[in-house]
């Protein structure tokens, strides 16, 4: 069936408004609504012996993945490799027994990622993966199948797919916390509750459209723009750049707060405006540090925080942009929607095909 864009402009923006509800959807079916537990689909091996997690994705996948690494460490105590599908196999990487590798792909069909998947079935690897396709090639090839509930993406740049991988990524880790004995039941069932939050928390944060809609025109001159976050907000950082330079063709980076003093603060001046992707919480201070060295160098600070960072930081910056308070683990889907948004509406203003942008394909198969 033909899928329709309703009164939306552009399939990404229905996309990124869809969010609520299709996290809601893949929630569904992860949690236990009423016993406040995770619920993962039967599995055929040992998921309380997995040593180390080895997560191969691409594109926004891959900073799905960067978020979950964050998320297994610091919940199940599980280490965690990540690298870009078309990096992995060609360094040998080491792939010990008892191993799961975790392949992250809306498609199901990305080339790199499905050979990094016949490569780690082939070393006696664990395959789980999350695809938004049930019927893709990766699903059918995986011991543990996650699907996501987005629905058909058509928008070239992900949107959905991301935070709906996310919800997964994370009952995933607050599960193999459990079964690792990292976390008690209460703990598990406090995290489902900040999970079952996430939806009216993306609703929350799609509140600001139109706040983001009127501060792209500050973006859209820009030949570069700098995204910064600590982190969880570091792989946000860098989807966000990466949304940007996807859809509106200006060059972006996306930098680890700290790591900006090691290089990018040479490209600071007016000219560069530098997102700065900070949730208040201990990793603040450290940020608001960064922003001053980005200031006093004459650089343009858009803060993305809560109400207590802008209330804290916001003074002096060109633009804020308010999201909800969240607990940490459900911040990474709420900051998606504000990076999402300012690329999609930098886009427009620059008038670019936001659905189809030039020499990008929805699905890459080939290597
Ligand atoms: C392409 C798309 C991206 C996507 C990436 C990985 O580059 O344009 O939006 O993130 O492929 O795709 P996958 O289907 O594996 O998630």
Redesign the pocket.
């Known amino acids: 069936a033909q899928i329709e864009k309703g009164n939306y402009r552009h399939y990404m923006q229905k996309e990124i408004f869809e969010q609520p509800t299709v996290v809601a959807q893949t929630l569904s079916s992860y949690i236990r609504p009423v016993e406040q537990t995770v619920a993962l689909p039967q599995m055929d091996f040992d998921l309380a012996g997995v040593k180390r997690i080895t997560i191969v ?5 891959y900073y799905a993945g960067m978020v979950a690494k964050y998320w297994f460490e610091t919940f199940a105590r599980v280490p965690v490799d990540i690298d870009v599908a078309s990096e992995f196999r060609y360094r040998d990487p080491v792939l010990e027994e008892g191993g799961l590798a975790l392949f ?7 080339a790199d ?1 499905l050979a990094a998947l016949r490569h780690c079935k082939e070393n006696g690897q664990t395959i789980a993966v999350v695809v938004n396709v049930p019927t893709s090639s990766m699903a059918r090839e995986a011991d543990l199948l996650l699907p996501t509930h987005a629905g058909p993406e058509i928008g ?3 949107t959905k ?1 991301f935070t709906c991988q996310l919800a997964v990524l994370a009952a995933l880790a607050a599960h193999l916390a459990l079964v690792k004995g990292k976390l008690t039941a209460e703990e598990e069932r406090e995290i489902v509750r900040h999970l079952i939050e996430a939806p009216a928390a993306l609703n929350a944060a799609l509140a600001h459209d139109d706040d983001i809609a009127a501060m792209a025109h500050l973006i859209a001159p820009a030949r570069d723009v700098l995204y910064l976050g600590r982190g969880p907000d570091y792989p946000l950082a860098m989807e966000g750049a990466l949304k940007l330079k ?1 859809i509106s063709y200006i060059h972006a980076e996306g930098y680890a707060s700290g790591e900006m003093k090691h290089g990018p603060i040479a490209l600071i001046d007016e000219a560069v405006p530098v997102i700065v992707l900070a949730p208040s919480g201990p990793l603040f201070e450290k940020t608001v540090s960064n922003m001053q060295e980005v200031r006093a160098r004459g650089g343009k600070v858009v803060l993305i925080s809560d109400a207590e960072g802008i209330a804290e930081a916001g003074e002096g910056c060109l633009a804020t942009i308010e999201m909800p308070s969240v607990h940490p683990l459900i911040a990474p889907l709420v900051y998606a929607v504000p990076v999402q948004l300012l690329a999609y509406h930098v886009a427009c203003a620059k008038g670019t095909d936001v659905d189809q942008p030039r020499n ?5 198969t080939v290597e």
């Open positions: 994705a691409c594109g926004t996948s992250i792909s809306q498609s199901g069909e990305t990622t070239v740049a992900s797919a996807e990008l394909a929805k699905s890459v």
